[in-house]
């Protein structure tokens, strides 16, 4: 019998790893607001093919329980949607969180301790043009458990069905690592409206390399001396790769949504003791352009 699969947060990546986990044999349900929608059809369009699948919907507000939940949604809306289903999940429910930054992990274990958390990251990128779900590379996907845990039985239904897939021993190294990364980079494109490789060069080189410093400092107080060392050439790799990649919280501004920036630059302030004056201007600029959006 195929294990299903609820996903909690459909949107580019969610629609993706409904794909996803349908080719790994797995039955998927989306997660619905409505009412009146008994399914939904995904079409993902990649550079070899374009496939339309059609899932059953069910609504937040149903009564039966949810086994295996893949969460999708912004970090900052986890813990709000996660209280919408909270009669629906317990003790017997598995919670896979595949999103940036890291403020959900704290407000999911608020929310639902009971539940058994695994955590996730994946490069795969994704973009939605109306219906349709644009995917821009395999990517690679780590899933992985806060404390060390051996892979989980359903795991092999993930392997299945989504490439470059790796169990993860280090996944809050790797999530805080990416963290670091995004804060480089996500924010300063999002302020300045610029692509990702538009930040190696003036106007905007003085001030990555002013932020990466910062990042880098409240790394080695959070115990990571080697994520620090490496990050400055980490993330000029990263801006090189993606040069041409509108990043995600440009995506946001430039739509009108509400940013992660709380949950990556906030939350990496949060965990220091001290000032970081370049980082605290990029998230009180952010946050007083969601305020007029």
Same mark, same amino acid.
């Given at each position: ?17 409904? *794909? ?44 039966? &329980? ?105 996944? &809050? ?12 980079? &996500? ?57 041409? &990649? ?38 009180? *600029? ?8």
């Amino acid at each position: 019998m195929s294990e299903t699969w609820h996903i909690l947060g459909v949107g580019s990546i969610g629609g993706l790893f409904a *794909h996803r986990l349908h080719q790994g044999g797995a039955n998927v349900r989306l997660l619905s607001h409505s009412t009146e929608a008994s399914s939904r059809a995904i079409s993902v369009k990649t550079a070899h093919s374009t496939q339309s699948l059609t899932f059953d919907c069910s609504n937040l507000d149903d009564s039966s &329980n949810i086994s295996n939940l893949l969460i999708t949604s912004k970090s900052w809306a986890a813990g709000s949607a996660l209280r919408r289903i909270r009669h629906r999940i317990g003790d017997h429910t598995t919670i896979v969180a595949m999103m940036n930054g890291m403020q959900h992990i704290e407000d999911i274990q608020e929310v639902a301790p009971e539940c058994t958390l695994f955590l996730a990251t994946t490069t795969a990128g994704c973009h939605r043009a109306g219906e349709q779900w644009i995917a821009a590379g395999e990517g690679k996907t780590l899933v992985g458990h806060p404390d060390i845990r051996p892979r989980p039985s359903w795991f092999g239904t993930w392997q299945k069905g989504i490439p470059s897939l790796e169990w993860c021993n280090d996944i &809050n190294e790797r999530l805080i690592e990416k963290v670091a990364i995004n804060a480089c980079i &996500n924010p300063l494109t999002a302020v300045h409206g610029v692509k990702n490789g538009a930040l190696l060069d003036e106007p905007y080189q003085a001030k990555s390399t002013q932020i990466i410093a910062e990042v880098a400092d409240i790394l080695t107080e959070l115990g990571h001396p080697e994520l620090a060392a490496r990050l400055d050439q980490t993330v000029q790799t990263v801006m090189a790769d993606t040069a041409e &990649n509108t990043s995600s919280m440009l995506s946001d501004v430039m739509a009108g949504r509400r940013t992660e920036v709380d949950s990556i630059v906030g939350w990496l302030l949060q965990q220091s003791e001290r000032e970081h004056p370049a980082l605290q201007a990029m998230l009180n *600029h952010l946050k007083s352009i969601e305020l007029t959006s």
